[in-house]
């Protein structure tokens, strides 16, 4: 085949470009650490990536409704263990005010106790959670309990919130408090208490007072170990649902890994490939300006003196 | 003795026609589109010597031909690679795509539904709704831009393929009035290989130069573009169904026939950038529609009822110029997972009405059009206002993307509770259900969701332009191949060159040695007779 000046340069030139480009392409890959930038350097392993992306930010945000579910749970466990306090301390209460060896300002220093314990236990169920809102009310907006003293209205709570907080795993957003702050009975905490001091201040002076007195004092214990059932039933609840996140924490930290090695693995540049392709380019476009310099040198016109 | 002076003579200028000759190769060594020229020889007929009885250029009208063909191919391919690898790489990048915003806008739904009544999450999903009404707006102005800068481009390719089928038409001109092909003949033969290269590389012109130097020159189907030595009036023009088409002679050409860089600019415009557009307007009006007909079923904050967080795009009905009845066609959503992909034209033969997808492939319709009948396509509705001509042509987009809007609302506007909650409500169920709902299947018969439909947008946008590019590519490797094959047929070669100029010295300084020696034998003869 005839070799026209032309062709020659052009393919000088041409595999310079070639090399050049090369060169710019490993250069980039070193600098970002990726293997490609357009899904069009590699429509399939990009295709994964952005599932990947999907999965990661899907992980991400489980990652912190977790935090928040977490949150509302450990407050509500240290509610529910100052309830259980205080309901503990009311039965002893009860306990000491069943004997007969006491005087009037005994029972009237029992009474004042059980009427703290009403107003520490409205307290209690009065928490707000991070944001404002009541810890026990689930949905609702109102405190659940308003009035006083002798007057509490209990609104009751609703259920709370479900959040997800991975693929297909929703928890409460907090304890679910429907009827913890009420007794077997049906009646709300703070206002049995008070009725309790109510009984606990009594001295009958017969023997059937006496008697009535004892059984209702027996049956104010039994409503508040009724209660503490229920608070230890919540508590139990809030362990449960922190037990679960933390099993999920170990698994989305798991998959989060496998995930960020997917990404790595589908994305990542192998730098010492990228850097040998680099030498190898650099080499090569030496060699081609070389050529270069010795088509300019070489022509039959050099030797025509 | 005359003789000797005469062949001696007849030499010397000969070979003088053959080094300027070798000098002018040597001049044009890097001239684009020159051919080598050569001398042929032949002895002078009566009294000897010696004459120039040709002069040739070294040119292979089969491989010029080759050449043209395969500059036409590779420009069209690397234009239209062009504009997708720029669409891919916009499509690609967290910061200029789709993918991450809706990713962001379904993160903050999910966040909220852990913090119903937080401020802060609040805002967080008004910022993301409004991040991704604003990247929608920015891809669909980004691509409405790619498609006047190919019009733009389109334009000038035209302007210039006139100014250069007017030359042509001038040099074709003189060729034919040249007697014999001497030195300016074969400039203007360069001339013309260079000016139908230039037209092939813009408009995919083919031409085909005869034997007896008269010219062909017409687009693929035929449409000549010289006819009588008077050039064709090129321009740019739109058809009925409002697509750019090359004019020839104020008469629109099918797209198909043009090649070049207008080809691969036209099929840009009329297919690529029309599919980005479509698949870009199906994802935003699916995340308005799912956010807006969640939003609106739930309740604010302070318990009225939810609003909708975006201008939803719509579909757009364009119907064509040349319909003969004045009706028009009104389309509304009415199932977006059933909405067709693309955009679609409707016709009507006058008596029925038939659908077909920007493939040509007919597509599933029912009802008449009338009010209480509208045409069905996939889960688009169409009534016909005004009355319908035999022939009559519409256009349907199935969203405008660049509609999409978000909504300048209050935090507290948002709805996390469902409808009927009291003020302030902690209840997240309506957000969940959004969440749920964005996560869904929607779309490919409930298999795809929206994050998957644009992430298989963002690959797909990738595949086609690996694809284009692998095929610019391909084409770029044949027109190397053919211009090597032109260049090494009418290429210079200065080694050839140094050669010819080496030989054609020797020749003329022997000549000249001749004359010296017929005049020196004069003398000879002038001293005897003296004597």
Redesign the interface.
């Known amino acids: 085949?005839?070799?026209?000046?032309?062709?020659l340069y052009?393919q000088v030139l041409?595999a310079l470009q070639q090399q050049t480009r090369g060169q710019f392409e490993a250069q980039q890959a070193i600098s970002s650490g990726l293997r490609f930038?357009?899904?069009?350097?590699?429509?399939?392993a990009?295709?994964g990536v952005?599932?990947q992306?999907?999965a990661n930010?899907?992980l991400?945000?489980?990652a912190?409704?977790a935090v928040?579910?977490e949150s509302r749970l450990r407050q509500s466990e240290l509610g529910l263990d100052a309830l259980n306090d205080t309901l503990q301390a009311a039965r002893e209460t009860l306990l000491r005010a069943q004997s007969d060896a006491l005087n009037s300002a005994d029972r009237a220093t029992l009474a004042a106790e059980l009427r703290s314990a009403a107003a520490e236990v409205a307290a209690i169920a009065n928490r707000q959670s991070e944001?404002g809102?009541p810890l026990y009310?689930?949905?609702?907006?109102q405190a659940l309990f308003t009035g006083a003293a002798g007057a509490w209205v209990l609104n009751p709570p609703?259920a709370?919130?479900?959040?997800?907080v991975a693929e297909g795993r929703?928890l409460d957003?907090g304890l679910d408090a429907r009827g913890l702050f009420t007794t077997p009975g049906g009646s709300d905490l703070p206002t049995a208490l008070e009725a309790m001091a109510d009984q606990v201040a009594l001295a009958p002076a017969d023997a059937p007072g006496r008697a009535a007195r004892a059984a209702a004092l027996d049956a104010a214990i039994g409503e508040l170990d009724g209660g503490l059932e229920r608070v230890s039933a919540g508590r139990s609840r809030v362990g449960l649902d922190l037990a679960t996140l933390d099993g999920l924490a170990d698994s989305r930290e798991a998959q989060r890994i496998a995930g960020e090695q997917e990404l790595s693995r589908l994305r990542d540049a192998d730098l010492a490939a990228e850097i040998s392709r680099l030498a190898q380019h650099s080499a090569s476009l030496e060699a081609a300006r070389a050529v270069f310099q010795r088509l300019e040198s070489q022509?039959?016109?050099n030797y025509?003196r | 003795m005359t003789q000797l002076f005469d062949i001696g003579r007849s030499a010397l200028t000969t070979y003088q026609a053959a080094l300027t000759t070798v000098s002018r190769n040597v001049a044009n060594?890097?001239t684009p589109g020159y051919a080598?020229q050569s001398v042929q020889f032949g002895q002078r007929i009566g009294g000897g010597g010696v004459e120039v009885i040709q002069l040739s250029r070294a040119a292979d009208n089969s491989a010029l031909q080759s050449a043209r063909s395969a500059i036409s191919e590779n420009a069209g391919a690397q234009a239209r690679a062009d504009a997708?690898?720029r669409i891919?790489?916009r499509?690609?990048?967290d910061a200029t795509g789709l993918?991450?915003p809706l990713?962001?806008l379904?993160?903050a739904v999910?966040?909220l539904?852990?913090?119903?009544?937080?401020p802060a999450a609040r805002e967080a999903l008004l910022r993301a709704t409004d991040d991704f009404a604003a990247q929608v707006q920015s891809l669909d102005a980004n691509l409405r831009s790619e498609a006047d800068q190919a019009t733009s481009q389109l334009g000038s390719l035209v302007r210039g393929a006139q100014n250069q089928l007017e030359e042509l038409a001038l040099v074709q001109q003189r060729l034919e009035e040249a007697p014999v092909l001497d030195a300016a003949a074969a400039t203007l033969a360069d001339q013309r290989d260079v000016l139908l290269e230039g037209l092939a590389e813009t408009l995919g012109v083919q031409s085909r130069v005869n034997a007896d130097g008269s010219l062909q020159i017409g687009l693929a189907n035929g449409q000549p573009l010289l006819e009588a030595g008077q050039p064709a009036r090129l321009g740019l023009g739109t058809n009925a169904l409002g697509e750019l088409e090359l004019t020839v002679g104020g008469v629109g050409q099918p797209r198909r026939i043009v090649g070049g860089e207008a080809g691969g600019l036209l099929q840009l415009l009329d297919e690529d950038i029309p599919a980005a557009q479509d698949a870009l307007g199906r994802i935003a009006a699916g995340v308005a529609d799912v956010v807006n007909a969640n939003q609106t079923a739930g309740a604010a904050l302070d318990g009225s009822p939810g609003q909708a967080l975006f201008d939803s795009p719509q579909p757009r009905v364009r119907p064509a110029s040349d319909n003969a009845g004045a009706g028009t066609l009104t389309a509304q959503r009415v199932d977006l997972g059933a909405v067709p992909d693309t955009r679609f034209t409707l016709e009507f033969d006058g008596a029925n009405w038939s659908a077909s997808g920007a493939d040509g492939q007919a597509l599933a319709l029912a009802g008449t059009g009338a009010a209480g009948d509208p045409l069905r396509v996939g889960g688009l509705e169409l009534t016909l206002s005004g009355g319908a001509a035999a022939g009559d042509r519409f256009v349907v987009e199935p969203a405008v993307a660049g509609q999409i809007a978000a909504r300048p609302l209050d935090a507290d506007a948002l709805a996390t509770?469902p409808a009927g909650?009291?003020?302030?409500?902690?209840?997240?169920?309506q957000i969940?259900a959004l969440?749920d709902a964005l996560a869904g299947g929607l779309f490919d018969g409930g298999r795809s969701s929206l994050?998957q439909v644009t992430?298989?947008w963002?690959?797909?946008?990738?595949?086609?332009?690996?694809a284009a590019?692998s095929r610019a590519d391909v084409t770029a490797a044949a027109r190397?191949f053919a211009?090597?094959r032109r260049?090494?047929?009418?290429?210079?070669?200065?080694?050839e060159e140094?050669?010819d100029?080496?030989r054609y010295e020797k020749a003329y300084q022997a000549a000249a040695q001749v004359l010296a020696t017929a005049g020196s034998l004069f003398d000879s003869v002038l001293a005897a007779v003296r004597r």
């Not at chain 1, 930038?37 to 399939?44: F, N, Q």
């Not at chain 2, 963002?458 to 690996?466: C, I, L, Y």
């Open positions: 085949m005839r070799i026209a000046n032309s062709m052009r041409d930038e357009r899904a069009g350097e590699d429509p399939v990009m295709a952005l599932r992306q999907d930010a899907r991400a945000a489980y912190s409704n928040v579910v944001d809102r009310g689930g949905s609702t907006p609703s709370p919130a479900r959040v997800a929703q957003l022509s039959l016109f025509l | 060594v890097n080598r997708l690898s891919d790489a499509l690609s990048d993918a991450e990713r962001a379904t993160t999910s966040q539904s852990a913090r119903p009544t937080d509770a909650s009291a003020a302030n409500s902690g209840d997240n169920a969940i969440a994050q992430n298989t963002v690959s797909a946008t990738g595949e086609a332009a690996a590019q190397d211009v090597d260049d090494a047929i009418q290429g210079v070669n200065l080694d140094a050669a100029l080496l």
